[in-house]
């Protein structure tokens, strides 16, 4: 390949290093050059170029792109067509992302203007997430390079798909341990597994004992188990331990204790009759991202986990202080055609504690309690489907919905805080969901137009996977989240909300001014008042 400035009366079928605007329109970079747009030039008064000239064992970017991805995806995964010289490859269901390094490694290493960039070795990932991308740099490379890279290439990414199993559970108890702290760490285990598809058939709770817990566990792999999650009362200590001399009393035995992250030390790996046992460390009762999570992800993926694996997780193993966030990438203007499925959440399970001793969801406005106001906008809106969630009074805004085509969930963890409402919305939406508008039942003034706004600035070929409402620039509700997103948001704990992971988007978020219903929540006797709103404090029990 030639490069450089080229008199233009010689630059046919050439291809244009940078765009060239025209008072007729403009010659974009990368497009080869016709007679017609050689005169065009000229007759702009344009008398050189800086054009590429390719020769005869020159490949092209894209086909050299293309032919490289190609190379690469060993199963699971989609391309996208070649566009300026990428090829974007998408996971084709939820699993984790498996990465030879060594190959990836090797085939960057043959030219600069040959690259492959993946996501990290073992990352979750869901359905129509970016996994990977080739990219070539020039306009073309020589046709033994892109050969020896396809050869280097071979097989270097593929998905490992999770695959649903029955699992049984098994947790200790001590006098000190809250019956609802058992029931909370159940939700949450259940929540986990949901991930992969799988489900809990069984959870017994038993004396924090050697022969308690290794009959229990016995238990479970006669009904059936395919694997088994032990939550001790007492954290596991050693290896000799009560979890693990159990499970070795069951006939079992231990694969490996400890491991290099943080958090997670304390998790233990074994085996019982070929069925894989892990001991979850304390912090696994919280839904935030720990080492039981990543184990349990390859384990659901068929990924064996050994002790010479765990001991490997320690370069990126310090969870502690990391909130993670996808990082998608443009897409092609041909992914871009592809219909989108918007679903809506709309959170109504809060106790209303500001609200003067009254659930201000069932305040009516204009006759109409604002719950179902919210409900109605959703509906008329252009989003696929609407899923409630509902926590305090649950019978009365089930009520309050009556007749409407939607669904309900209830958050059982209503009082710890808005996180849990948002893991219950997000983890009952339809497998097919894209993306989803997280809404508040309190604001009733957010319309149907401004939810419809919020999906027509939902860009994600561009990046745009976060859309936010505001008023004079100032960000509040609803908002929009594309599914990479989705896993985020299951793990946020309390009553922050989302907004940390806002303020950390970057520039996938999209702004979209709707005015004052993007800030106007009615979560106060004034606030309600000021509206006109009756509640049943005002002789309104209807």
């Known amino acids: 390949m030639k490069f450089g400035e080229i008199a233009t009366a010689e630059a046919e079928g050439t ?67 070649p566009f300026t010289g990428r090829v974007n490859l998408h996971a084709e269901a939820d699993g984790i ?110 004396a924090h004992a050697v022969s308690a817990t290794g009959e229990a566990l016995k238990a ?94 320690g370069v990126g193993g310090l969870l502690m202080e990391i909130g993670s966030r996808p990082q998608p990438r443009a897409r092609t203007p041909a992914a871009a055609a592809r219909a989108r499925n918007v679903a809506g959440v709309l959170l109504a399970a809060g106790q209303a504690r500001r609200a003067g001793g009254v659930n201000k969801l069932l305040a009516r406005l204009n006759g109409t309690p604002l719950v179902r106001i919210a409900a109605q906008a959703a509906l008329d809106s252009g989003l696929s489907s609407l899923t ?22 209830h958050n059982p963890d209503f009082a710890e805080g808005m996180a849990g409402s948002l893991r219950t919305g997000v983890q009952a939406l339809p497998s097919e969901t894209d993306a989803a508008v997280i809404l508040l039942a309190d604001m009733p003034f957010v319309s149907s137009a401004d939810i419809d706004a919020l999906i027509a600035a939902y860009r994600p070929e561009e990046g745009r996977t976060v859309v936010v409402s505001t008023v004079e620039g100032k960000r509040g509700n609803p908002v929009l989240w594309d599914r990479t997103h989705f896993e985020a948001l299951t793990r946020l704990e309390g009553d922050t909300g989302a907004r940390h992971l806002i303020e950390s988007a970057g520039d996938h978020l999209a702004r979209v001014e709707i005015g004052a219903a993007a800030r106007q929540d009615l979560d106060t006797r004034a606030a309600l008042d000021a509206v006109g709103a009756r509640t049943a404090l005002d002789g309104d029990t209807d």
């Open 97 to 206: 992302l498996m990465v030879e390094r060594s190959a990836v490694d090797a085939l960057n290493r043959i030219d600069p203007a040959i690259t492959f960039a993946t996501l990290p070795a073992f990352a979750r990932v869901t359905r129509g997430r970016m996994v990977a991308t080739a990219k070539i740099i020039p306009f073309a490379v020589p046709e033994p390079l892109i050969a020896e890279a396809e050869r280097r290439a071979a097989g270097a990414v593929r998905l490992a798909p999770f695959r649903a199993r029955d699992v049984g559970l098994v947790a200790t108890v001590l006098p000190h341990l809250k019956e609802s702290v058992l029931d909370k760490t159940r939700r949450i285990t259940e929540a986990r597994l949901a991930v992969s598809g799988s489900r809990l058939i069984g959870e017994a709770r038993v």
């Open 15 to 81: 291809l244009l290093a940078h765009t060239v605007r025209l008072p007729d329109g403009a010659l974009k970079k990368g497009h080869r050059l016709t007679p017609a747009d050689v005169a065009r030039l000229i007759a702009n008064g344009i008398d050189t170029v800086v054009a590429a000239r390719l020769d005869a064992r020159d490949c092209h970017e894209d086909t050299a792109a293309d032919r490289l991805a190609r190379a690469a995806a060993a199963g699971g995964l989609s391309l996208e067509p």
């Open 220 to 313: 479970q792999v006669r009904e059936g188990a395919q694997m088994l999650l032990v939550f001790g009362a007492s954290a596991i200590v050693d290896i000799d331990d009560i979890i693990p001399t159990a499970i070795r009393a069951a006939g079992g035995r231990i694969v490996h204790f400890g491991m290099p992250v943080d958090p997670g030390n304390l998790l233990l790996v074994g085996e019982l009759d070929g069925i894989p046992v892990i001991g979850a460390p304390g912090c696994a009762r919280s839904p935030k991202e720990n080492g039981f999570d990543w184990v349990l992800d390859r384990l659901m993926a068929d990924c064996p986990v050994t002790a010479d694996d765990i001991m490997g997780m």
């Open 388 to 409: 409630v969630v509902t926590g305090h009074e649950a019978p009365a805004i089930a009520a309050a919905l009556d007749g409407l085509n939607l669904t309900l969930v």
